[in-house]
């Protein structure tokens, strides 16, 4: 540890302490998850159904895209409804029409004032009231159930290819017949009531629902609770105190006379001999691209789906290619791009840590890698297909066909074989890592904190193993933000931190003292509220108060480091100055520099818009969602891979210059896009939702009425001229390097290093 020990002991205990109230409340999550009755029955004792016939609902969900059909308490994709608020206020409705006939002879709407405000204070009472008994046993009235009935035969039509539902599919951009079975639509119903029934009734001995009171529901009182209302305004606290005490810290603790050291003549990584096993990467270079322009033209042609429901200009597209299957891909080909790109840029690094030499075999390894990957993406991706088209067979579905889980669709077998090659990965990273850090002096700090980011990554990702196909779907919430927060904005955010200020140290751009210390307190920072502030994906997930409390303070946290960005950004721009070798990595340099924008407008701002519980309860599951995601998951992460698919471009075809005028065109077009797509659709029609779902509840802000206004379908139009841009760049950045890949065989690191820049200007 060196001068860096109390750097260390710091990251140890922050990584200790905050892993430490993730699995203490991660306890709570599932101690207190809503319970799935054993049996749902009448008063009179006539079974309606059982907990398996809810877990079977769930896995039939499951097998039509789950989360990229509707969401399920706010998780999901946007087009069709939240089908919990749905479920809930259409039997809200139902069970008031029912009363006023019953008890007035007449409709609801006609009733007086007095005449509604006592119905509906019945319907609070027998909604909100928690009728289950120790055997796990729920009863619901006779008039409860007959308005689960009515609802239920809405589901059954909307779900089936019923002419009269027809208009419906097509708003909510469903293909006709989504679920053929009329036995698992049966099931999938229950499962829709059970999370509206987790939703509406009060955890015992609180005043609250099992999710917080959300959704938001004025006709059973559904609102913020005071515990909402505090954690957000604590949240805001903490933000404005962790801003504060890193500007302190940033003033007093860094060293501002620390002298700069003179850059190298050359660039001495390009001195170094290319190894086979560094060769072998272009390979990966080209399939991080085919799959990044495989993955915007989806997004182009998946937003389409918003405007046209089945249709793509005119052409039915949907019986093939349904919006929930197309959301899939365009989600998990971002991913697989992403991780790839990252695995070059380790790959890269391991026979520059081992002495400029590949380990025994290395070049197998990496090739077999590769080919994993082929075999993972595909295979997943066919699987998706069978599963959404209903091809593939109940049982299979959850194995090899669609998970249903956002970010993780991917089925449990491709799943397995995405960990293996990942523990590949981290075997072939090790082989080159282990033998330098026993190499007796020389400062391995830095290094070892790549270590301990490349084991994270490599294991990590076993978190999704802890859930399986008829778990809880709270617990199931739970591990799975392990991947989605954890995982990747976690663990690969300190990877990328420090991977880049190891090269930047390596090639004597920055001393290496000050990218250790760096590093080690980014990683601080980092892992301070990104560890426990995994729980503010789970506010309403069924999870209870303390979770809340947790999430809230700690990931306000997250927003405080990305706060100085702007100073790392231009730490990186100013970096292509130091040398005139430098203008060879202008591009990779202008790609971290859009990455450090980005992570504050998209991961700090945007992020922090619907981060407090308050905000949250109103925003989840509407437009103001994919901002967030589309700007940090691209801006930051995307950048991020894209930077280093030109840093290791530039080393295994160093023969090959890139041409400034395409590569200025694509990096804007690439930015520009993205903040049109932003600025003219996303976050307007999330605002103008968010002020409907205040107003009248979520099931409203994403309700068929709603979202097929002419003004609303005119800002998805409007998205078209950003996807445009968008795509344009992401096709000029895959060509050129395509181009470079393309270009010549390889030449030795040392013959590159002398060729030419281009002599283009922008």
């Known amino acids: 540890m060196g001068p860096y020990r109390k750097h260390w002991f710091i990251l140890i205990a922050v990584v200790a302490v905050m892993f430490g109230l993730l699995g203490y409340f991660g306890r709570e999550v599932y101690r207190h998850a809503p319970p799935i009755p054993q049996q749902v029955q009448t008063a009179a004792g006539a079974v309606l159904f059982t907990a398996d016939d809810i877990l079977d609902g769930q896995t039939a969900w499951q097998s039509v895209g789950g989360m990229q059909l509707g969401s399920i308490w706010g998780h999901g994709a946007y087009q069709a409804p939240d089908w919990t608020a749905d479920w809930l206020h259409r039997e809200l409705v139902a069970w008031l029409e029912l ?186 270079l080209l399939l991080v691209v085919a799959l990044f322009v495989f993955q915007v033209l989806l997004g182009g042609f998946t937003a389409h789906y918003t405007v046209e429901g089945q249709q793509f200009y005119g052409i039915d597209v949907s019986q093939w290619f349904p919006y929930s299957l197309t959301r899939t891909w365009h989600i998990q080909s971002a991913l697989f791009w992403i991780a790839t790109g990252f695995l070059a840029a380790g790959l890269f690094l391991v026979p520059l840590i081992n002495g400029g030499r590949d380990p025994k075999y290395q070049k197998l390894g990496v090739d077999v890698l590769f080919w994993a990957l082929v075999l993972v993406v595909v295979g997943s991706f066919i699987g998706n297909y069978l599963a959404i088209r209903q091809v593939m067979p109940a049982n299979l579905n959850f194995w090899l066909g669609h998970q249903g889980y956002e970010y993780v ?61 008829r778990t809880s779907l709270s ?45 080690l307190a980014s990683a601080s920072l980092f892992m301070l509220g990104g560890i426990p502030g995994t729980f503010h994906h789970l506010y309403f997930a069924g999870t209870t108060t303390p979770v809340m409390a947790v999430g809230a303070s700690f990931s306000a946290l997250e927003v405080v480091p990305l706060i100085v960005l702007g100073h790392e950004a231009w730490e990186n721009w100013r970096l292509k100055h130091r040398a005139p070798w430098m203008a060879q990595l202008r591009w990779p340099l202008m790609c971290f520099v859009a990455v450090a924008f980005w992570n504050m407008l998209g991961a700090g701002v945007f992020g922090f818009m619907i981060n407090p519980p308050i905000s949250l309860y109103y925003v989840q599951g509407l437009n103001t969602t994919p901002v967030h995601a589309h700007a940090a998951l691209f801006g930051v992460y995307g950048f991020l891979a894209l930077g280093f698919t030109l840093l290791v471009l530039r080393y295994v075809r160093p023969g090959f210059a890139l041409d400034n005028r395409w590569m200025a065109t694509a990096f804007w077009s690439l930015n520009a896009g993205l903040v049109l797509m932003i600025a003219t659709s996303l976050l307007p029609i999330g605002i103008i939702q968010f002020i409907a779902s205040v107003r009248e509840g979520l099931w409203y802000a994403r309700s068929e009425a709603f979202l097929q206004q002419p003004l609303l379908q005119t800002l998805r139009w409007l998205r078209t001229g950003g996807d445009i841009v968008f795509i344009g760049g992401a096709v000029l950045f895959a060509a050129q390097v395509v181009r470079a890949l393309w270009s010549s065989p390889a030449p030795t690191a040392l013959e590159g290093a002398l060729q030419p820049v281009a002599s283009q200007t922008v």
């Open 409 to 469: 669709d991917l089925g449990r077998l491709w799943q397995i074989a995405k960990f293996i090659g990942l523990l590949l990965w981290l075997g072939l990273m090790l082989r080159g890592i282990v033998p330098a850090l026993r190499q007796p002096g020389g400062d391995k700090n830095l290094l070892a904190l790549l270590t301990a980011s490349v084991v994270a990554i490599g294991l990590f990702y076993g978190a999704g193993f802890f859930y399986g196909e």
């Open 99 to 284: 009363a006023a006939q019953q008890e007035y002879r007449q409709p609801y709407a006609a009733l007086n004032v007095s005449q509604q405000a006592g119905l509906r204070a019945a319907l609070q009472q027998e909604y909100r009231g928690n009728r289950t008994d120790a055997a796990g046993k729920l009863v619901v009235s006779p008039r409860r159930a007959a308005a689960m009935q009515q609802t239920a035969a809405y589901y059954d039509q909307l779900f089936s290819d019923a002419p009269a539902l027809q208009r419906s599919r097509q708003s909510f951009a469903m293909k006709e017949n989504t679920l053929p079975s009329a036995e698992r639509r049966v099931a999938l119903s229950r499962f829709f009531f059970w999370t509206a029934w987790a939703a509406a009734t009060e955890r015992p001995g609180r005043e609250v629902t099992y999710t917080n009171n959300w959704p938001h529901e004025p006709l059973i009182g559904n609102q913020p609770s005071a515990e909402n209302v505090v954690w957000s305004i604590v949240s805001v606290v903490v933000l404005l105190a962790g801003i504060g005490f890193l500007v302190w810290g940033w003033a007093f603790l860094r060293r501002h006379d620390e002298a700069e050291e003179a850059a190298p003549r050359t660039d001495p990584l390009a001195a170094v001999p290319l190894t086979p096993s560094q060769r072998a990467l272009g390979k990966y």
């Open 475 to 519: 617990i199931m919430e739970y591990w799975r933000w392990w991947i989605v927060h954890l995982w990747v904005e976690g663990f690969f955010e300190v990877f990328a931190t420090t991977a880049l200020a190891f090269i930047f140290a390596t090639m004597g751009l920055v001393s290496r003292p000050m990218a250790t210390a760096a590093s």
